[in-house]
């Protein structure tokens, strides 16, 4: 109410309070468990249930009285030590010492992962998506999931194809800039003057909020229950939309604090993303930053010194909206203490689109023993001639720039003969890409509670 008690909200101007989307059964490949399904599957608590045998009633009396004995005799412990002298004794510098050496095996485990992971990223940058055939499980059931394609650029893939059952709570929105400058543009439209506060004048606002929310700010003005002073409160409007569960994408880049560390910074690795006055934990994947292509590589590391696409769950937001990434309390905060409070990546809103395709490759890789002309013999990337003729359609590439097909098999141990578009070297390489879509990991539910 603004001066005078005057009413400022008009019931037209509020949006619903629907955050995520309701899955639709009738889709096939979104499916979410009813409230009656997670009733009926979350376990009863003990005790709970009817159909206790008296077996079952004799061992839960049994187990209260001796929790009840342990407690008399923790509060007798308790007195004697009360009535003790005080100091450390032989038992306490004991613990000291064991806790010390715990805390020093977890700094020695967070570092020996961290040194893995660089050398990881190392591998990653000089033999990119490069994987190894396993010798054990025939290649045609590890890599089932994974398809290839002709070219990347060009060859169709749709996007709600085979589509994972978060993508059932979110909004797809056709054109978010397009929705975005008919928003800003309707909200521009002057309103009556009784719909709005004059410059100057005090507001005051009446929120409904958790109990949670008023332990920690108070029912009145930032003072909490006990009297003492709470944190400053500080409250934003948001847009048409913004309150929408979406896939949001974000241009990301290593700070310099971060390159400094040696930072590495994987995909789907949990963070602490501050976008605006939003500030939410999550775990993004990252994609090569291409603007010319509708669908786009997955990049398993953000190396430094490159600009990469950081894609979440996250709700809606206009552009532009800057981005800070943190680092969570883990193991790469104790790897990297130097970087504790600092930004570790920082970007920028890139789009609001649940159709962007991410397609994680993988590169197989062969060595040609035998060369004629544009013929070669390539071994090792297969190790069964049922691999060979279940890839057989699939296109091969070098590292010289040779395109070519497998013709057929050779032997019993997975060697194949190939034909190319041009006069093969002994000691090039031979490649096939298989590909896959990637998706965000979820890390909801974005309920924003008080911490």
Partial sequence: AGG??????????????????????????????????????????????????????????????????????????????????GGYSDDDEAMDADEEAAAEEEDGAARRAYLQQRAARDEDAKFPDEVDTPVDVAARVRFAR?????????????????????????????HWPTLQRQALKEQAVDEPPEGRAPAGSYVRLQLRVPRRFVELYGAEGGVGQAGEAAAPLVLSSLNTHENRLAVLHFTLSLTAAAEAAELVLR??????????????????IFSEDNRRSTK??????????????????????????????????????????????????????????????????ILLTGAPFRCHKKKASVRWMFFSPDDV??????????????????????????????????????????CMSLYKRAFPKWSGPFSYECE
């Avoid at 995909?267 to 993004?284: C, D, E, I, N, S």
């Avoid at 309390?329 to 130097?338: N, S």
């Avoid at 013709?407 to 090039?428: A, I």
């Fill in 4 to 85: 005078g008690g005057q009413r400022l909200l008009s019931a037209r101007r509020v949006m619903d309070r629907e955050y995520e989307a309701e899955p639709d059964s009738l889709a096939g490949e979104q499916t979410w468990p009813t409230e009656a399904e997670l009733a009926a599957a979350r376990p009863a608590p003990p005790g709970a249930r009817g159909d206790d045998d008296d077996y079952q009633r004799g061992w839960t009396g049994a187990l209260d009285a001796e929790s009840d004995a342990e407690g008399e005799s923790d509060g007798e412990g308790g007195a004697a030590m009360g009535q003790a002298m």
């Fill in 146 to 174: 994974y398809r290839g394609l002709a070219s990347l650029k060009s060859s169709p893939w749709h996007p709600r194809e085979n589509l994972p059952s978060e993508y059932g709570r979110v909004f797809h929105f056709e």
């Fill in 267 to 284: 995909g789907k690795a949990p963070l602490v993303l501050q976008a605006g006055f939003r500030r939410y934990a999550a775990r993004p």
């Fill in 296 to 361: 786009h590589k997955l990049e398993r590391f953000v190396q430094p010194g490159r600009q990469v696409v950081a894609t979440v769950y996250a709700p809606a937001m206009y552009a532009p909206c800057p981005l800070l990434a943190f680092l969570p309390d883990g193991e790469a905060l104790r790897a990297t203490p130097q970087l504790a409070g600092l930004p570790v990546a920082s970007g920028a809103l890139l789009s609001v689109d649940a159709d962007r395709i991410i397609l994680k490759r």
């Fill in 389 to 430: 003729r279940w890839f057989k359609p699939v296109e091969l590439h070098t590292k010289f720039g040779r395109k070519g097909h497998i013709r057929s098999s050779l032997g019993t141990h997975g060697y194949m003969k190939c034909y190319f578009d041009g006069t093969m070297q002994q000691h090039d390489t031979v």
